[in-house]
């Protein structure tokens, strides 16, 4: 059948009239939330909305997260206009900046060579992946892609690089998958060893068998409670720890309930404490702190103000004391009017050594340590905590020590540079 010119027109219109009648119908049905009963008519399957009206739980609890997220997003999307850091945070924005800082960085900017994929929750990549990191790096070659949870591992990518602070069965098995079908991946770090500094009782026992030389480094003599409260007093006085005794929960995974800690001065508020948690000796230590961040083979110390010394006999009418997360506090001590004894950093030949060991016992890479020395002076050195992934962007000049790592381990790989490499 042949059709002339207004005969094809006037189809066409009929086709496109009824095409956006049965489409406003569809807008009017969501707008409506109307049964599927009462528009069965427009569709012969119905196992969509059928679905979606059966959807579980967990998948409803993971759109509201990620409503929330993007909100938190669009906030700190305005908070850096406002500050002038960022004219658009979104992808084409971020690019469009960190594209020119590379070509006003070098005349010949290298080219991309490899890719890293983050997993990381959202408040982690508001404090590590920031614009100074992403500059940094894209000038050196480094492509870094955010991971999106809510499709499968496997159909992205590929990537040469996978940083991730995710746990859990699930995800571990995603990582295997994709392992499967890029063998050359590298992942930062193993799952089942990020699991090892979850769990407080097992976190320091390496560091309890480490072969140090001259100098002593150990771990505050510690319980483990997981019974009940009102078993803590005796089983305190059986294990022969001494007051004030620092309570930590048992699980450390990042929670903010995790870092709950507190110091129980005497043995009658133990039974307030809610297990299971560790509970440790106190060493007084000067008030200061060192933090020591692990990455790879390089090392960053940083001062930071801790709990005071305990005096002999305060511990008598105090109680039991919640204290904040001391070790992340915002502010250092690097400029503070310190004893010069307590500030003085422990030796450059010990921090190599326990971190080298560490890294090869834990099979970590990215981690950090939590320093005391004993009295403030001296050189017995005490760990109190071990943690995986830390705050890097408080680190001084982390973008440089992070993006020299991540260069190489591309060495590592043999990759075929693109650019000059490290220019």
């Given at each position: 059948?042949?059709?002339?010119?207004?005969?094809?027109?006037?189809?066409?219109?009929?086709?496109?009239?009824?095409?956006?009648?049965?489409?406003?119908?569809?807008?009017?049905?969501?707008?409506?939330?109307?049964?599927?009963?009462?528009?069965?008519?427009?569709?012969?399957?119905?196992?969509?909305?059928?679905?979606?009206?059966?959807?579980?739980?967990?998948?409803?609890?993971?759109?509201?997260?990620?409503?929330?997220?993007?909100?938190?997003?669009?906030?700190?999307?305005?908070?850096?206009?406002?500050?002038?850091?960022?004219?658009?945070?979104?992808?084409?924005?971020?690019?469009?900046?960190?594209?020119?800082?590379?070509?006003?960085?070098?005349?010949?900017?290298?080219?991309?060579?490899?890719?890293?994929?983050?997993?990381?929750?959202?408040?982690?990549?508001?404090?590590?992946?920031?614009?100074k990191f992403e500059i940094h790096a894209r000038t050196k070659g480094i492509t870094l892609v955010a991971i999106d949870r809510s499709k499968v591992l496997a159909d992205q990518g590929p990537f040469d690089i996978?940083?991730?602070?995710?746990?859990?069965?699930?995800?571990?098995?995603?990582?295997?998958?994709?392992?499967?079908?890029?063998?050359?991946?590298?992942?930062?770090?193993?799952?089942?060893?990020?699991?090892?500094?979850?769990?407080?009782?097992?976190?320091?026992?390496?560091?309890?068998?480490?072969?140090?030389?001259?100098?002593?480094?150990?771990?505050?003599?510690?319980?483990?409670?997981?019974?009940?409260?009102?078993?803590?007093?005796?089983?305190?006085?059986?294990?022969?720890?001494?007051?004030?005794?620092?309570?930590?929960?048992?699980?450390?995974?990042?929670?903010?309930?995790?870092?709950?800690?507190?110091?129980?001065?005497?043995?009658?508020?133990?039974?307030?404490?809610?297990?299971?948690?560790?509970?440790?000796?106190?060493?007084?230590?000067?008030?200061?702190?060192?933090?020591?961040?692990?990455?790879?083979?390089?090392?960053?110390?940083?001062?930071?103000?801790?709990?005071?010394?305990?005096?002999?006999?305060?511990?008598?009418?105090?109680?039991?004391?919640?204290?904040?997360?001391?070790?992340?506090?915002?502010?250092?001590?690097?400029?503070?009017?310190?004893?010069?004894?307590?500030?003085?950093?422990?030796?450059?030949?010990?921090?190599?050594?326990?971190?080298?060991?560490?890294?090869?016992?834990?099979?970590?890479?990215?981690?950090?340590?939590?320093?005391?020395?004993?009295?403030?002076?001296?050189?017995?050195?005490?760990?109190?905590?071990?943690?995986?992934?830390?705050?890097?962007?408080?680190?001084?000049?982390?973008?440089?020590?992070?993006?020299?790592?991540?260069?190489?381990?591309?060495?590592?790989?043999?990759?075929?540079?693109?650019?000059?490499?490290?220019?």
């Amino acid at each position: 059948m042949r059709l002339d010119g207004d005969t094809t027109a006037v189809v066409a219109s009929a086709a496109v009239e009824s095409l956006w009648g049965v489409v406003g119908l569809i807008q009017q049905a969501r707008d409506h939330r109307w049964p599927s009963s009462s528009v069965g008519s427009l569709f012969d399957d119905q196992r969509e909305w059928e679905t979606r009206e059966r959807e579980p739980e967990a998948r409803r609890r993971e759109e509201s997260r990620r409503r929330e997220e993007e909100a938190e997003r669009q906030e700190r999307e305005q908070e850096l206009k406002r500050e002038g850091k960022l004219q658009r945070r979104d992808h084409g924005g971020a690019q469009n900046l960190i594209a020119a800082a590379a070509a006003s960085s070098s005349p010949s900017p290298a080219r991309f060579f490899f890719t890293v994929g983050y997993a990381l929750s959202f408040k982690k990549i508001r404090s590590f992946i920031q614009p100074k990191f992403e500059i940094h790096a894209r000038t050196k070659g480094i492509t870094l892609v955010a991971i999106d949870r809510s499709k499968v591992l496997a159909d992205q990518g590929p990537f040469d690089i996978i940083l991730h602070k995710i746990t859990g069965k699930e995800w571990q098995q995603e990582l295997e998958d994709y392992k499967q079908k890029y063998p050359d991946v590298i992942v930062l770090d193993p799952p089942e060893a990020i699991q090892h500094l979850q769990n407080r009782q097992s976190m320091l026992q390496d560091v309890t068998q480490l072969d140090l030389c001259d100098c002593y480094v150990g771990v505050p003599k510690q319980l483990v409670i997981t019974g009940d409260a009102a078993s803590i007093p005796s089983s305190v006085a059986a294990a022969g720890l001494k007051l004030p005794l620092v309570a930590k929960p048992l699980v450390a995974d990042g929670t903010a309930k995790s870092h709950a800690l507190s110091l129980a001065y005497d043995k009658y508020c133990l039974t307030e404490l809610e297990p299971p948690l560790v509970l440790q000796e106190f060493v007084n230590h000067g008030g200061v702190l060192f933090k020591v961040y692990v990455v790879g083979d390089q090392i960053r110390v940083v001062r930071r103000f801790s709990l005071p010394d305990v005096m002999e006999g305060q511990s008598e009418s105090n109680g039991l004391i919640p204290f904040p997360r001391v070790s992340c506090a915002a502010a250092t001590a690097e400029d503070a009017d310190l004893d010069p004894q307590a500030a003085e950093l422990p030796p450059q030949q010990l921090l190599d050594c326990l971190s080298k060991q560490l890294r090869h016992r834990l099979g970590l890479r990215l981690f950090n340590l939590d320093i005391i020395r004993k009295g403030g002076a001296g050189d017995q050195y005490y760990v109190i905590d071990i943690n995986y992934f830390p705050g890097y962007g408080k680190m001084p000049d982390y973008e440089f020590v992070l993006t020299d790592f991540l260069l190489n381990l591309a060495r590592s790989k043999g990759q075929k540079f693109m650019g000059i490499l490290g220019s």
